[in-house]
């Protein structure tokens, strides 16, 4: 529930400062004063500071509080980044993008929540599912009945933010679904990276291509050493005798047990 609401609250403020700098039109203020060349070059640099804060977020995602204060640059370099976009596209699918996935995670934070005081518990993917998809699903009609009755968008521009956006929650899924199942404290910073790395593909595919193999490759690092320190029962002689015990070196020589009988009871000395 944590992650969910983490995860909600920070798609809420990504997606409220992408629309207030797309509101001001920051875009075209700058290509009249710096052109169209050194606009899009800024671009790209807010773009690549965006992909930085991700892999340092990444980084140093258990030093708390810095993890939190890496989290808040993300989120802030997130928003520049997507509220810049309409100077490249005149689409507004991201935006669309962000609103159901902000109320998907909102919409999951209470569902699981309430899922988790059923007399029946649910467990593993099903309860992931049961969280998630109810709230996609009305955040889904809501977007496409406001795109429809205010800012009257093409159908196909809205069913491409509906379909986008179930397909951002089938990669965070495949992703680290596992991370969610497991439900430790210590791992809803990584379900944030994860998010936030997913969301690059909207945007901006190499930047996404790019996090996506920076992150993987030092989780592929962390689990090859740890498999390389655990001990192998291999490497372990095991003795199967007293001879071979004995005779082990520097091994102190087992005592030999006799039985003595008498009239009533056998006795060990």
Not at 26 to 50: H, Y
Not at 120 to 137: E, N, Q, Y
Not at 192 to 208: G, K, Q, R
């Amino acid at each position: 529930m944590k992650t969910f609401g983490l995860m909600g609250v920070q798609l809420i403020f990504v997606l409220a400062l992408s629309v207030a700098i797309d509101y001001l039109a920051f875009w075209d203020m700058m290509r009249p004063k710096l052109g169209e060349t050194f606009s899009q070059v800024i671009f790209c640099f807010i773009g690549a500071m965006n992909f930085t804060s991700i892999l340092a977020l990444q980084a140093f995602k258990d030093m708390y509080p810095f993890n939190y204060l890496l989290l808040a640059l993300t989120a802030l370099m997130s928003g520049a980044f997507w509220g810049l976009t309409r100077g490249v596209t005149d689409f507004t699918l991201h935006f669309q993008i962000l609103a159901i996935l902000a109320f998907t995670m909102c919409g999951a934070a209470v569902i699981s929540s309430i899922l988790a005081d059923l007399v029946t518990k649910m467990t593993g993917s099903r309860f992931l599912v049961a969280s998630l998809m109810p709230a996609w699903l009305v955040a889904s009609v809501i977007n496409a009945v406001i795109t429809e009755m205010i800012f009257q968008l093409k159908v196909l521009e809205v069913a491409g933010a509906i379909g986008f956006s179930l397909l951002l929650i089938c990669i965070l899924l495949v992703d680290v679904g596992k991370l969610l199942v497991r439900c430790r404290p210590d791992d809803f910073m990584s379900v944030i990276v994860a998010m936030d790395s997913t969301l690059m593909v909207v945007v901006s595919i190499p930047f996404f291509v790019l996090t996506f193999c920076f992150l993987h490759s030092g989780e592929a690092v962390t689990e090859r050493v740890a498999s390389e320190q655990q001990p192998r029962i291999t490497d372990i002689t095991v003795p199967t005798g007293l001879s071979e015990l004995n005779n082990a070196p520097n091994a102190a020589p087992v005592p030999s047990m006799a039985v003595r009988t008498s009239n009533h009871f056998p006795e060990v000395v």
